[in-house]
Structure formats: structure tokens, C-alpha cells
């Protein structure tokens, strides 16, 4: 009967194949062909075939009390006689339904389901045709039945749709019975009793959901019209009708799929007002289908689920073009603006700030760039407008796992206090709302602030650990500081640096752990007995963060933060070197109490124990960081200056002037005297900047013993009062000292904006406080400290020719007129026993053979013995700028100075034992100066280096390990420079190496040996399948024996990169990189 049924509704929607003729309209051709369908489906339904369908028709229009048979609107009858039809075929399929789901699968005795066989389909499956059918059916039913009767501006009017729309329009009476308001309330009757069927609502809701939608909106809220408005009568319903359609619109919002009633919500609410002289895109709807359409948005709106449902509703189907960031930021807008149906905006912004916040949790690709987007700037906006709420609603929870690493109770805590989800998500969402939305707000940066304790705790957490919080902890942070004001970044800078308070983050007894997904999970701290054991740890802790701190400035290259932070502790230390007298007076502590002493105690450990750490900050922050960043701009350098001068007037105080703070005054007098210099470009606001030197200058001028230094000072303080109009000549004279050392024979350009390094005035050896009158007054820099005699002079701690002297000359009084020293008097000073002295007069011969002196090239028998000697002194400074003048005689002399040091580095057979270690120390320091000799040969390595290469094998049989280390160590950097001369010593080489990986018992020597072979690989790169064919193997075996069975990691660890060269070089040997080229050949 469901063929039957179709067929008769095919036959009322079936098109005229008939000619229309001539003068006749299109609405009358219309009610034609309306009336000939129906009278061939009267036909149809008396035939013998369609006898059962005929009885449920009439069964069905004797139930319902809506059918008119008397009315005279043909366009009324046809819609009639399609409803009654549409009416019987789904209670029909209501019936085949429920008969079908009585029997399991719906199978029956008399057919088995065979394992070979598809189960049944349901009755109410359509075929495509019977589908396409029943699509016409119901367009039929909207066009005639449905939108006709719909109100000016309620829904999409026909005339908008096509031009048949308007033939509809024309044929349509409205003064014919039943009333309109009744015709209406039947096909919105009659679709959602058929819409209770699946297959029939799949094809109802999909394409005639807003025009059903609006006709209920018409039913049960347009309001009554006065008598008299209308040229029509209209017949209200009664109540029970209105209300019945109100529940069934509810029913029907709840029913459908969200996203898809939101936009039919928006198209019902029509467009905005037209302005004069354009067109709208959407006709406007009447006030009280736009408030009830707002209404019903807001309701979606805050139900659950709904943001997610308004953001697909406007957003599904974009491309991701700039209209899309559009549509974006609108929505935001409309999520974060409490809508006037609303009961509260406490209520409104309760239900939709956390629906706003799982928007960032989506992990769909083609969704999440515009969901975050919309979270993103939604959050935003509420926090800069709605401060209070977003507080309570957007941040706290935003922030919340967070601030539970900081508060968590002492007791009744699970082993994991944080899970590794909450953390991950907080980190990430963050990073998304801060780092990606970019848009810093006074509330926004103050919830940051409270956490920036812990997210700096994560941060040196992942620091140590493999972990993908890293970056978004450390753009977090950056983002911060970046955006805070300088004041309290600095603060909070110094606290975490342990200087001023004990810089907060996690609470006591907790600890990050590695999570399982490669996040962080907070978890109880193991309790440690031994007191040293917690006091190193603590230690330790406190350590990493300051390079913690460190590492994230080193990222702010564009920031004068770096700056500021190291002149902000610059004063710190200024201010306390002034206050260290204060508290070295003696108190009387006969008269306390012991609370009082333990007080007064603990104030003087806490006291110590900051300035500790304050050193120890700016030492990482000389070392970890260039000059460049720490005095950006010539602002920060008079500030670096002003704290140097202040520094050193609290030794004029004092009424005692050490040599440190005779170094750091005449440091910073030099560098006021170079800003001043005709080479710095100075501009008005740096003059400014620079009159706070003024008073710390004057104190000089006033205090200082020395009257040379204290006319230089007011010279100084003249030329800066003035800006530069009034320049003395002892100005100009230490400008010139500071720029051109002693030393230097020749000139070297003036820096337009002097940027000394910071190290000079903090990093000070302990030899400059204890050589007391012996050290020149007017040395200007630091003796750097002393190292350990028996340690190995390794090549990353011995200074090469780019590194600093430190030392700039005699003193500033007298040095412009001082005459060139003759080589005689500084082979004299090369033996005297002050060390400054010695070790500039070994920097003034070094320089003098490097330039080429005759007197320096014809003496180079004596500068040798005098190196050589040099060498023997017990201290740093002296021996490395003998073993630097080596490498420069080596240079320019090679075969003579090479043989030399190859003779003194092997060690006699006759060396008495007493001698031996100051030997050993000896041959240590000539090694170190072959090394560096055989890395400045450069080509010609393969010529001079086969006696290097004999002297170094030799070495490593020696009974001493660190000899054999040494001799490793010169062999590889030796080999990567030998390239094919390597090819005769392959062997002899190879057979050294494998024989002292498997056999030496010192892991010292074992490394070396490895690292010999990475050098090697390292240095032939893809000459080594040519160089070393015979000897690969041996070596690849090696490598692989260490891998296996050595117990060293760091050992393995090398030889794994041995392997990884090794296997990058046969790769590119077996399958070398293909390269298009065209040969020409030339025929003979």
C-alpha cells in the first residue's frame, strides 16, 4: 500500500504536458492543472488496485475535523487532498513500523535469516524515487499551504523565491473558507504528526525546517490585531491552540539538530534596517518576531552545549579566509555581550563563561583555529568590559590548577595533587588566550602575575626534563614581562632570583614529576632525613632558577628588561656595600633577651644570605649574558657608570680606598670620558641621562687623595654640565687610554657608543685584594682568579687571540705623555715579579712578533727560552700568555719552534722522580700550545704535521693518564686537518685507537679515545670512505664494542656519535645526491 499511496500523491504533483493557449494566465493555468490532477486521482483511487489505500484515505478524512469539502479555493482543495494522502502513508509506516519492531529483525517462520543473507530493512526505507516524490509533495504543501498564509516580513516570502512564487501569490483567495490563521494551523498540524515518522521528518526538517518554524512563531505569539486593521477577516484560534503551538515550537527547538536551528532562528529575525537608498539582504521581520527570535537565540544560547552550537551555527562551511576572522571576532562580540532577555548577567554570564572555555579544548583541525579564535577574543572582551564577571567566571577557573600547586592542604592530598590533564590544559589554554589573543589588559596581567611564580617553577621543571610545556611555559613568561610594567617585572625578577623573598611557586612538600603523555604532574615531595642532603638540594634549586631566569632574558633581545634588572641590582649592591659597616658594628648582646638574639642572628644570616644571592645573579647574568643586552642603549650605560661611581665614593667614606675600588673608579671615569669623547653621537636625551653622574662626580673631586684624579673628575663633571661645548684635554686623554691599551701598537676605531662589559667591575679575583700596595694604582680591570696548578689547562678555558687583557695602561695622568717602551725594557719586565707587570710585558713581546718587529724576529731565541720559562709559574695569567706567545713564534717560525716543543713535551728517560710532577705539569701546557699550534697551520698540516702526528702516538703509551689524555686529545684535533696525508698512518693509527678503547683502564682515556675517532669521521666528512677504506670496519667494530660493553655512559654516548657520523657518511657515499648536469664533450 506505501507504492499506492506515493503513486496517488505522484499523480496530484505530476507537471501538464499540455499546451498552454493562448490569453490565458498563469494562475488560471495553474488551477487547472491543480484541478486535473485531482480529478485523475479520483480516477486512480476507485480502481480495483487501490481499494485499501481508497478505505484508509476515507478513514482518515472521517477523523480529522479539519477538512473542508464546500470550499471554493481550488488551491485549498489540492492542498487538502495532499495532506489527507501524506496523513495516510506515515500512519501507515507507523503501523509497518511497530509491526516490524514486534518480531526480532523482523524475521518470521516462514523466513529464516541465513548467515549468507543481509538482514531486512525497516519498512519505512524509501527508494530514491518514492523520495524525490515526496520532496515535491511537500513543496507543493509550503507553496500553497504554508507560506501564502504567513504574515508580511514572518519567513521568506514567495515572492523572494522565485517567479512562481508570484503566480501562487495571485491564485491563492483568502476570503474563501476555511480562514487562513485555520488553513495554516492544518499543514503545521498535519507536518509534525507526519514529522513523527524518521524518514518523513529527515525530509520535512532538511529543507522546510524555518518555514515550519515561522508558522508556529505566527500561531502561538503574533499578537491580536484590533478589528478594522486588516481588509481580511481573520478568525483567531482560541487559547488552547496558541499554547498547544508554543509547546510544540519548544518541542521542536529541542528536537533538531542545534547549530542548524540557530541559523533558521537568524534568518527568521531578518535583516538589519535598510539604510536610504539600499536594499536589505533579508526583509525585515516585525518587532515581535525579532524579540521572540532574540528570546529564543538567548535560550539556546545558555542551555548546554549551546555556545558550541552558535559558534557552528555561524562559522560551519567557511574556508578560513579574512571574512572567517570576521565572523570570528563577531561572535565573540555576541558571546560576550549579555543579551536583554536575559534574567541577570550574573546568570547569563555563569552558564556561558565556561562553555566559553571548552572551546579551547577541541582537538578537530578543521574547527579548533576558529573555535580558539572565538574563545579566544570572547574571553578577552569579557575580562576588558566585564571585569567582575570575567574574574569570577573566566579567569579563576582559568588559573584554578595553578593556583592549587600553590595552596594545596598539608594532609588528605593523593599522590598526585595536580593530574597531568588539569596542568596541560591550564598551560595550553594560557598560552592560547595570552601568547595567541595578544591583547594585555590591566585584569588579565594581574591574574598572570599571581601565577607567574608557578609557570616559572613548570618552566625550570622542563628546563631539566623532556616535556611540550616548555615553549608554551617560556612564550608565557616572555609574554609577561613584555607586557608588565618595568617596576613590578623587576620585583618579581628579584624575588624569584631568591633575593628578596624566597620566590614563592610551589608549596612546601610538593614537586613537579614527569606525566605520562610528556606533560608535568604535581606530586608529594619525598621527605629528606640528612639536613646537607636538603640544605644541597635547596642550594642546587636555587641556582637553576637564577639560570632559569637567565635563559629567559637571554631570549628578550628586542627588551631593555636585561638591563634594567642588572642596573636595578647594581644598586641593590651600591647600597649595600654602604650599609656592610653599619652592620659590622659590635651590638652589645648581654642585655637580650634570647628571642632577641635569635632574632638579631637570624636578621644577620638573612641579610648574608641575600647578598649571597644577589652575587651570585649577576654573576650568571656577566656570564650567561652579551653586553650587548645588558646595555642596550647609552641610558643604560650611565646608569652602569653612575652605579660604579657610587660604588666607588663608599670606599672614599670609608676614608680606606682598596684596589677594587680604585679599579672601578677609574674604570667608570674612563668610560664617562669616552661617552664624552668626539667619537660618541650623543643626543639631548642621553645628556640629560647623564647629569645624574654629576653628584657622584663631584664627591670625587671633593674626597679623592689623588689630585690628579680629582682634576679629572671636575673636568668631567665641566664637560657633562656643559654637554660637551667645554672638553679639556686630560678628557680627551683618558678617552684615548681606555680606547688604545697598552700594548697596542696600533689605533683602533672609537665605538660610537661605548658598551663596556659589565664583568669588569663585578668578576674580581681574590689576587686584587691581597697584593695590597703592588698592584698598580691605576690598573683598569680585574686579575682573573687563579686556577688549580694540577688541573689540566683544557682549550675551553685558555685564552685565545680575541680574548680581553683587561688591563688598559698605566695611569691616566700620565699616559698620554708616556714614550713607546723600548724591547729591551720589556724583556726586562718579563722577569719581574709582580704579575700584572710580567704578564703585560709577555702580551707587549707576543704582539711585537706578530707584527713582525725586527728586534722581536731577531731576539726569537730568547723569547723562546723566556716562553718556555714562563711556563713554570704557578700562576694562570702569566703561563697562558706564555703558551699564547708560543703559538705566535710557532707561527712564524715553524720548523724551528715545532721541533722545540715536540722535544719538550717527551719526557726523558732521565727525569729524576722529584721533578716529575712539575714535569708532567710542564709537558701538559707544551701540548696545549702544539694544539693550538696545529690548529692555526691550516694547509699546511699534511707538511708539518707528520712529526706532530709521531710525538702524539708516542704519547699515548705514556704511564701517565692525563699525558695520554692530552696526547688524545692534540691527535684528533691534529687529524681533522691531515685529510688524505692520513692515508700511510691509517693503520697505525686505527690499531692505537681500538687497542686503547678495549684495554685502558682510566675512563678518562677511553673517552678520548672515542672522541679521537668522532673527530676523524668529523673531519674527512665524505673523504673518509677514501681515506680510511681499510680501517672503517676496525673502527666501526670499535664503536659498536664500546656501545655494547663499555660502563661508561659518557663513553657510549661518544661513540654513538661516532656511529651516527659514520653512518651519514656511508649514506651519502652509497647513494650521493643527484645532481642535474650537462657535459659538454668536445670531439677530437
Given at each position: 500500500?506505501?507504492?499506492?499511496?506515493?503513486?496517488?500523491?505522484?499523480?496530484?504533483t505530476?507537471?501538464?504536458r499540455?499546451?498552454r493557449?493562448?490569453?490565458?494566465?498563469?494562475?488560471e493555468a495553474l488551477l487547472s492543472?491543480?484541478?486535473?490532477?485531482?480529478?485523475?486521482?479520483?480516477?486512480?483511487?476507485s480502481a480495483?488496485?487501490?481499494?485499501?489505500?481508497?478505505?484508509l484515505?476515507?478513514?482518515?478524512?472521517?477523523?480529522?475535523?479539519?477538512?473542508?469539502?464546500?470550499?471554493?479555493d481550488?488551491?485549498?482543495?489540492?492542498v487538502?487532498?495532499?495532506?489527507?494522502?501524506?496523513?495516510?502513508?506515515?500512519?501507515?509506516?507507523?503501523?509497518?513500523?511497530?509491526a516490524?519492531?514486534?518480531?526480532?529483525?523482523?524475521?518470521?517462520?516462514?523466513?529464516?535469516?541465513?548467515?549468507?543473507?543481509?538482514?531486512?530493512?525497516?519498512?519505512?526505507v524509501?527508494?530514491?524515487?518514492?523520495?524525490?516524490?515526496?520532496?515535491?509533495?511537500?513543496q507543493?504543501?509550503?507553496?500553497?499551504g504554508?507560506?501564502?498564509?504567513?504574515a508580511?516580513?514572518?519567513?521568506?516570502?514567495?515572492?523572494?523565491?522565485?517567479a512562481?512564487?508570484?503566480?501562487?501569490?495571485?491564485?491563492?483567495?483568502?476570503?474563501?473558507?476555511?480562514?487562513?490563521?485555520r488553513?495554516?494551523l492544518?499543514?503545521i498540524?498535519v507536518?509534525?504528526?507526519?514529522?513523527?515518522?524518521?524518514?518523513?521528518?529527515?525530509?520535512?526538517?532538511?529543507?522546510?525546517?524555518?518555514?515550519?518554524?515561522?508558522?508556529?512563531?505566527?500561531?502561538?505569539?503574533?499578537?491580536?490585531?484590533?478589528e478594522?486593521?486588516?481588509?481580511v477577516?481573520?478568525k483567531?484560534l482560541t487559547?488552547?491552540e496558541?499554547?498547544?503551538?508554543?509547546?510544540?515550537?519548544?518541542?521542536?527547538?529541542?528536537?533538531?539538530?542545534?547549530?542548524?536551528?540557530?541559523?533558521?532562528?537568524?534568518?527568521?529575525?531578518?535583516?538589519?534596517?535598510?539604510?536610504?537608498g539600499?536594499?536589505?539582504?533579508?526583509?525585515?521581520?516585525p518587532p515581535?518576531?525579532?524579540?521572540?527570535?532574540?528570546?529564543l537565540?538567548?535560550?539556546?544560547?545558555?542551555?548546554p552545549?549551546?555556545?558550541?552550537a552558535?559558534?557552528?551555527?555561524?562559522?560551519?562551511?567557511?574556508?578560513?579566509?579574512?571574512?572567517?576572522?570576521?565572523?570570528?571576532?563577531a561572535?565573540?562580540?555576541?558571546?560576550?555581550?549579555?543579551?536583554?532577555?536575559?534574567?541577570?548577567a550574573?546568570?547569563?554570564?555563569?552558564?556561558?563563561?565556561?562553555?566559553?572555555?571548552?572551546?579551547?579544548?577541541?582537538?578537530?583541525?578543521?574547527?579548533?583555529?576558529?573555535?580558539q579564535?572565538?574563545a579566544?577574543r570572547?574571553?578577552?572582551?569579557?575580562?576588558?568590559?566585564?571585569?567582575e564577571?570575567?574574574?569570577r567566571?573566566?579567569?579563576s577557573?582559568?588559573?584554578?590548577?595553578?593556583?592549587?600547586?600553590?595552596?594545596?592542604?598539608?594532609?588528605?592530598?593523593?599522590?598526585?595533587?595536580?593530574?597531568?590533564?588539569?596542568?596541560?590544559?591550564?598551560?595550553?589554554?594560557?598560552?592560547?588566550?595570552c601568547?595567541?589573543?595578544?591583547?594585555?589588559s590591566?585584569?588579565?596581567?594581574?591574574?598572570?602575575?599571581?601565577?607567574?611564580?608557578?609557570?616559572?617553577?613548570?618552566?625550570?621543571?622542563?628546563?631539566?626534563n623532556?616535556?611540550?610545556?616548555?615553549?608554551?611555559?617560556?612564550?608565557?613568561?616572555?609574554?609577561?614581562?613584555?607586557?608588565?610594567?618595568?617596576?613590578?617585572?623587576?620585583?618579581?625578577?628579584?624575588?624569584?632570583?631568591?633575593?628578596?623573598k624566597?620566590?614563592?611557586?610551589?608549596?612546601?612538600?610538593?614537586?613537579?614529576?614527569?606525566?605520562?603523555?610528556?606533560?608535568?604532574?604535581?606530586?608529594?615531595?619525598?621527605?629528606?632525613?640528612d639536613e646537607?642532603d636538603?640544605?644541597?638540594?635547596?642550594?642546587?634549586?636555587?641556582?637553576?632558577?637564577?639560570?632559569?631566569?637567565?635563559?629567559?632574558?637571554?631570549?628578550?633581545?628586542?627588551?631593555?628588561?636585561?638591563?634594567?634588572?642588572?642596573?636595578?641590582l647594581?644598586?641593590?649592591?651600591?647600597q649595600?656595600?654602604g650599609?656592610?659597616?653599619?652592620?659590622?658594628?659590635?651590638?652589645?648582646?648581654t642585655?637580650?633577651?634570647?628571642?632577641?638574639?635569635?632574632?638579631?642572628?637570624?636578621?644577620?644570616?638573612?641579610g648574608?644570605?641575600?647578598?649571597?644571592?644577589l652575587?651570585h645573579?649577576?654573576?650568571?647574568?656577566?656570564?650567561?649574558?652579551?653586553?650587548?643586552?645588558?646595555?642596550r642603549?647609552p641610558?643604560?650605560?650611565?646608569g652602569?657608570?653612575?652605579?660604579?661611581?657610587?660604588?666607588?665614593?663608599?670606599?672614599?667614606?670609608?676614608?680606606?680606598?682598596?684596589?677594587?675600588?680604585?679599579?672601578?673608579?677609574?674604570?667608570?671615569?674612563?668610560?664617562?670620558?669616552?661617552l664624552?669623547?668626539?667619537?660618541?653621537?650623543l643626543?639631548?636625551?642621553?645628556h640629560?641621562?647623564?647629569?645624574?653622574?654629576?653628584a657622584?662626580?663631584?664627591q670625587?673631586s671633593?674626597c679623592?687623595?689623588?689630585?690628579?684624579?680629582?682634576?679629572?673628575?671636575r673636568?668631567?663633571?665641566?664637560?657633562?654640565?656643559?654637554h660637551?661645548?667645554?672638553?679639556?684635554?686630560?678628557?680627551?686623554s683618558?678617552?684615548?687610554?681606555?680606547?688604545?691599551?697598552?700594548?697596542?701598537?696600533?689605533?683602533?676605531?672609537k665605538?660610537?657608543?661605548?658598551?663596556?662589559?659589565?664583568?669588569?667591575s663585578?668578576?674580581l679575583?681574590?689576587?686584587?685584594?691581597?697584593?695590597?700596595?703592588?698592584?698598580p694604582?691605576?690598573?683598569l680591570?680585574?686579575?682573573?682568579?687563579?686556577?688549580?696548578?694540577?688541573?689540566?689547562?683544557?682549550?675551553?678555558?685558555?685564552?685565545?687571540?680575541?680574548?680581553?687583557?683587561?688591563?688598559v695602561?698605566?695611569?691616566?695622568s700620565?699616559?698620554?705623555?708616556?714614550?713607546?717602551?723600548?724591547?729591551?725594557?720589556?724583556?726586562?719586565?718579563?722577569?719581574?715579579?709582580?704579575v700584572?707587570?710580567?704578564?703585560?710585558?709577555?702580551?707587549?713581546?707576543?704582539?711585537?712578533?706578530?707584527?713582525?718587529?725586527?728586534?722581536?724576529?731577531?731576539?726569537r731565541?730568547?723569547l723562546?727560552?723566556?716562553?718556555?720559562?714562563?711556563?713554570?709559574?704557578?700562576d694562570?695569567?702569566?703561563?697562558?700568555?706564555?703558551?699564547?706567545?708560543?703559538v705566535?713564534?710557532?707561527?712564524?717560525?715553524?720548523?724551528?719552534?715545532?721541533?722545540?716543543?715536540?722535544?719538550?713535551?717527551?719526557?726523558?728517560?732521565?727525569?729524576?722522580p722529584?721533578?716529575?710532577?712539575?714535569?708532567?705539569?710542564t709537558?701538559?701546557?707544551?701540548?696545549?700550545?702544539l694544539?693550538?699550534?696545529?690548529?692555526a697551520?691550516g694547509?699546511?698540516?699534511?707538511?708539518?704535521?707528520?712529526?706532530?702526528?709521531?710525538?702524539?702516538?708516542?704519547?699515548?703509551?705514556?704511564?701517565?693518564?692525563?699525558?695520554?689524555?692530552?696526547?688524545?686529545?692534540?691527535?684528533?684535533?691534529?687529524?681533522q686537518?691531515?685529510?688524505f696525508?692520513?692515508?700511510?698512518?691509517?693503520?697505525?693509527?686505527?690499531?692505537?685507537?681500538?687497542?686503547?678503547?678495549?684495554?685502558?683502564?682510566?675512563?678518562e682515556?677511553r673517552?678520548?679515545?672515542v672522541?679521537?675517532?668522532?673527530?676523524l669521521?668529523?673531519?674527512?666528512?665524505?673523504?673518509?670512505?677514501?681515506v680510511?677504506?681499510?680501517?672503517?670496519?676496525?673502527?666501526?667494530?670499535?664503536?659498536?664494542?664500546?656501545?655494547?660493553?663499555?660502563?661508561?655512559?659518557?663513553?657510549?654516548?661518544?661513540?654513538?656519535?661516532?656511529?651516527?657520523?659514520?653512518?651519514?657518511?656511508?649514506?651519502r657515499f652509497?647513494?650521493?645526491?643527484?645532481?642535474?648536469?650537462?657535459?659538454?664533450?668536445?670531439?677530437?
Amino acid at each position: 500500500m506505501t507504492t499506492s499511496l506515493i503513486n496517488a500523491l505522484s499523480i496530484l504533483t505530476k507537471p501538464v504536458r499540455e499546451t498552454r493557449l493562448g490569453g490565458v494566465t498563469p494562475q488560471e493555468a495553474l488551477l487547472s492543472a491543480l484541478q486535473r490532477n485531482q480529478v485523475e486521482l479520483q480516477e486512480c483511487l476507485s480502481a480495483v488496485e487501490s481499494e485499501e489505500a481508497q478505505c484508509l484515505l476515507e478513514e482518515v478524512r472521517g477523523e480529522v475535523a479539519w477538512f473542508c469539502g464546500d470550499t471554493e479555493d481550488l488551491t485549498w482543495s489540492f492542498v487538502q487532498e495532499c495532506l489527507l494522502l501524506l496523513l495516510c502513508l506515515a500512519r501507515h509506516l507507523s503501523r509497518l513500523l511497530e509491526a516490524f519492531s514486534k518480531s526480532p529483525a523482523g524475521l518470521t517462520p516462514e523466513k529464516p535469516h541465513l548467515p549468507d543473507v543481509a538482514p531486512p530493512l525497516p519498512p519505512d526505507v524509501l527508494s530514491i524515487a518514492q523520495q524525490k516524490t515526496l520532496g515535491a509533495v511537500l513543496q507543493f504543501l509550503v507553496t500553497l499551504g504554508l507560506c501564502p498564509y504567513l504574515a508580511p516580513g514572518v519567513g521568506l516570502g514567495l515572492g523572494l523565491r522565485s517567479a512562481f512564487g508570484t503566480v501562487v501569490e495571485g491564485a491563492v483567495r483568502c476570503d474563501a473558507l476555511p480562514p487562513c490563521e485555520r488553513r495554516l494551523l492544518t499543514t503545521i498540524t498535519v507536518f509534525l504528526e507526519v514529522s513523527k515518522v524518521s524518514c518523513l521528518a529527515t525530509l520535512l526538517f532538511t529543507r522546510h525546517l524555518g518555514d515550519l518554524m515561522a508558522g508556529l512563531c505566527q500561531l502561538g505569539y503574533r499578537p491580536h490585531r484590533p478589528e478594522g486593521e486588516s481588509t481580511v477577516s481573520i478568525k483567531g484560534l482560541t487559547v488552547e491552540e496558541r499554547k498547544g503551538c508554543k509547546q510544540a515550537l519548544q518541542g521542536l527547538l529541542g528536537r533538531v539538530y542545534q547549530p542548524i536551528v540557530i541559523k533558521e532562528l537568524l534568518v527568521l529575525q531578518g535583516g538589519a534596517k535598510a539604510s536610504a537608498g539600499a536594499s536589505a539582504a533579508l526583509t525585515r521581520a516585525p518587532p515581535w518576531l525579532r524579540r521572540l527570535c532574540g528570546q529564543l537565540l538567548s535560550e539556546r544560547l545558555v542551555q548546554p552545549h549551546g555556545v558550541q552550537a552558535v559558534v557552528r551555527a555561524i562559522l560551519e562551511g567557511g574556508i578560513g579566509g579574512d571574512s572567517d576572522w570576521r565572523k570570528c571576532d563577531a561572535v565573540a562580540k555576541i558571546l560576550a555581550t549579555c543579551p536583554q532577555q536575559s534574567t541577570s548577567a550574573d546568570s547569563y554570564y555563569s552558564q556561558v563563561c565556561p562553555q566559553v572555555l571548552e572551546l579551547l579544548h577541541f582537538k578537530d583541525k578543521t574547527t579548533a583555529q576558529q573555535f580558539q579564535r572565538v574563545a579566544t577574543r570572547a574571553v578577552l572582551t569579557i575580562v576588558q568590559d566585564q571585569p567582575e564577571f570575567g574574574q569570577r567566571f573566566l579567569l579563576s577557573p582559568l588559573f584554578s590548577p595553578l593556583h592549587r600547586c600553590a595552596a594545596l592542604p598539608g594532609e588528605d592530598v593523593s599522590q598526585h595533587a595536580v593530574p597531568e590533564l588539569e596542568l596541560t590544559r591550564c598551560v595550553e589554554d594560557v598560552y592560547k588566550i595570552c601568547v595567541v589573543g595578544n591583547s594585555p589588559s590591566a585584569m588579565l596581567l594581574s591574574s598572570l602575575g599571581d601565577a607567574f611564580p608557578i609557570i616559572f617553577n613548570l618552566f625550570c621543571f622542563t628546563k631539566q626534563n623532556v616535556s611540550h610545556l616548555r615553549a608554551p611555559c617560556q612564550e608565557i613568561l616572555l609574554w609577561y614581562l613584555s607586557h608588565t610594567e618595568t617596576s613590578l617585572a623587576l620585583s618579581l625578577l628579584k624575588d624569584l632570583c631568591v633575593i628578596q623573598k624566597d620566590g614563592g611557586g610551589v608549596t612546601s612538600g610538593f614537586q613537579f614529576s614527569p606525566g605520562s603523555e610528556g606533560g608535568a604532574t604535581l606530586t608529594c615531595r619525598q621527605p629528606i632525613s640528612d639536613e646537607d642532603d636538603a640544605l644541597y638540594e635547596k642550594v642546587l634549586g636555587d641556582q637553576w632558577r637564577v639560570e632559569c631566569v637567565v635563559q629567559l632574558l637571554a631570549e628578550m633581545k628586542e627588551s631593555d628588561l636585561p638591563g634594567e634588572l642588572f642596573l636595578f641590582l647594581l644598586r641593590d649592591l651600591t647600597q649595600w656595600a654602604g650599609e656592610e659597616q653599619q652592620t659590622e658594628v659590635h651590638v652589645d648582646m648581654t642585655s637580650m633577651t634570647l628571642l632577641e638574639l635569635e632574632q638579631q642572628l637570624e636578621g644577620r644570616v638573612h641579610g648574608r644570605g641575600q647578598r649571597l644571592a644577589l652575587l651570585h645573579t649577576m654573576a650568571v647574568m656577566c656570564e650567561g649574558l652579551p653586553h650587548t643586552l645588558l646595555l642596550r642603549k647609552p641610558s643604560q650605560v650611565v646608569g652602569f657608570i653612575g652605579s660604579m661611581l657610587r660604588r666607588a665614593c663608599v670606599g672614599l667614606q670609608r676614608g680606606s680606598e682598596s684596589p677594587v675600588d680604585s679599579q672601578t673608579l677609574c674604570m667608570g671615569m674612563g668610560l664617562v670620558a669616552t661617552l664624552l669623547s668626539e667619537a660618541a653621537q650623543l643626543t639631548a636625551e642621553d645628556h640629560s641621562c647623564m647629569t645624574e653622574l654629576l653628584a657622584p662626580l663631584e664627591q670625587v673631586s671633593r674626597c679623592h687623595p689623588d689630585p690628579v684624579i680629582q682634576e679629572l673628575a671636575r673636568d668631567l663633571r665641566a664637560s657633562i654640565a656643559t654637554h660637551g661645548a667645554y672638553r679639556p684635554d686630560s678628557v680627551t686623554s683618558a678617552a684615548h687610554i681606555l680606547s688604545h691599551p697598552a700594548g697596542s701598537d696600533t689605533p683602533q676605531p672609537k665605538p660610537v657608543t661605548p658598551t663596556p662589559s659589565p664583568t669588569a667591575s663585578c668578576s674580581l679575583g681574590p689576587r686584587a685584594a691581597m697584593s695590597g700596595p703592588s698592584l698598580p694604582q691605576h690598573t683598569l680591570a680585574a686579575t682573573p682568579v687563579k686556577t688549580d696548578q694540577t688541573q689540566v689547562p683544557a682549550a675551553s678555558s685558555l685564552h685565545g687571540e680575541g680574548e680581553c687583557s683587561g688591563t688598559v695602561g698605566a695611569s691616566i695622568s700620565s699616559a698620554s705623555s708616556a714614550p713607546e717602551k723600548a724591547f729591551s725594557d720589556w724583556l726586562h719586565e718579563a722577569y719581574d715579579p709582580d704579575v700584572p707587570t710580567r704578564t703585560m710585558a709577555l702580551r707587549a713581546l707576543t704582539q711585537a712578533v706578530r707584527e713582525g718587529h725586527k728586534r722581536a724576529l731577531e731576539s726569537r731565541e730568547k723569547l723562546l727560552t723566556l716562553f718556555l720559562e714562563s711556563l713554570e709559574h704557578e700562576d694562570s695569567f702569566v703561563y697562558l700568555s706564555a703558551i699564547q706567545g708560543l703559538v705566535v713564534l710557532a707561527d712564524s717560525f715553524p720548523e724551528q719552534i715545532l721541533n722545540r716543543l715536540l722535544a719538550e713535551y717527551q719526557v726523558s728517560p732521565n727525569t729524576a722522580p722529584a721533578s716529575r710532577g712539575r714535569s708532567l705539569e710542564t709537558r701538559l701546557k707544551v701540548g696545549e700550545a702544539l694544539m693550538r699550534a696545529s690548529r692555526a697551520m691550516g694547509e699546511l698540516a699534511p707538511h708539518y704535521g707528520r712529526p706532530l702526528l709521531a710525538v702524539f702516538l708516542r704519547g699515548t703509551r705514556d704511564q701517565d693518564a692525563s699525558v695520554r689524555t692530552s696526547s688524545l686529545s692534540n691527535l684528533g684535533e691534529l687529524c681533522q686537518l691531515l685529510h688524505f696525508s692520513l692515508g700511510p698512518l691509517a693503520q697505525e693509527l686505527s690499531t692505537c685507537l681500538t687497542t686503547l678503547i678495549k684495554t685502558e683502564r682510566e675512563v678518562e682515556v677511553r673517552r678520548a679515545a672515542v672522541h679521537v675517532i668522532v673527530l676523524l669521521l668529523r673531519g674527512l666528512s665524505d673523504q673518509a670512505p677514501q681515506v680510511l677504506g681499510d680501517i672503517l670496519l676496525e673502527l666501526y667494530r670499535a664503536l659498536k664494542w664500546v656501545v655494547r660493553s663499555d660502563s661508561d655512559e659518557v663513553a657510549a654516548l661518544h661513540a654513538q656519535l661516532a656511529l651516527e657520523e659514520l653512518d651519514g657518511v656511508m649514506r651519502r657515499f652509497i647513494f650521493p645526491q643527484q645532481k642535474l648536469e650537462k657535459k659538454i664533450v668536445v670531439l677530437p
